[in-house]
C-alpha cells in the first residue's frame, strides 16, 4: 500500500505558474504508475498527466500539453507536475494517484491509491 500527500497549490494570476509535489509512503513508489487529476468545481474528476515508474514513458491531456510537465523522482518518492502558464480553467482540485499497472493509464478506474488533493485557483 502507498499513501500520497500532494503539496504546492495555491492562488496564482493567469500566466502564471506553480509546481505541484506529491510525497508517497511505502518502498514501492518506483513500481507504481502515477498520475495527475482534477476536479474543477461542478465537474468530475479528470485525468491531467501520468508517468511510467522509469520516468521515461508521460501522457497529457490536449488542454495541458506544452504547459504542464510531469517528472518523478524514485529516490525521494515524489513525482512533480510543473505548470506553466496557467489559466483560468486550470482552476480545480488536484489529486495524485498510483496505479500497479504496466502501462501509462489515464482513466480513474484504473488507478489504485489516490491523495486528499490540493487546490490550485488562477485569477484572470
Known amino acids: 500500500q502507498v499513501r500520497l500527500a500532494e503539496s504546492g497549490g495555491g492562488l496564482v494570476q493567469a500566466g502564471g505558474s506553480l509546481r505541484l509535489s506529491c510525497a508517497a509512503s511505502?518502498?514501492?513508489?518506483?513500481?507504481?504508475?502515477m498520475g495527475w487529476f482534477r476536479r474543477a468545481p461542478g465537474k468530475e474528476r479528470e485525468f491531467v498527466a501520468a508517468i511510467s515508474w522509469s520516468g521515461g514513458r508521460t501522457s497529457y491531456t490536449d488542454s495541458v500539453k506544452g504547459r504542464f510537465t510531469i517528472s518523478r523522482d524514485n529516490a525521494e518518492n515524489t513525482v512533480y507536475l510543473q505548470m506553466n502558464s496557467l489559466k483560468p480553467e486550470d482552476t480545480a482540485v488536484y489529486f495524485c494517484?498510483?496505479?500497479?499497472?504496466?502501462?501509462?493509464?489515464?482513466?480513474?478506474?484504473?488507478?489504485?491509491?489516490w491523495g486528499q488533493g490540493t487546490q490550485v485557483t488562477v485569477s484572470s
Open positions: 511505502g518502498r514501492t513508489f518506483s513500481s507504481y504508475v
Open positions: 494517484a498510483a496505479a500497479t499497472t504496466a502501462a501509462v493509464v489515464t482513466t480513474t478506474k484504473q488507478y489504485n491509491y
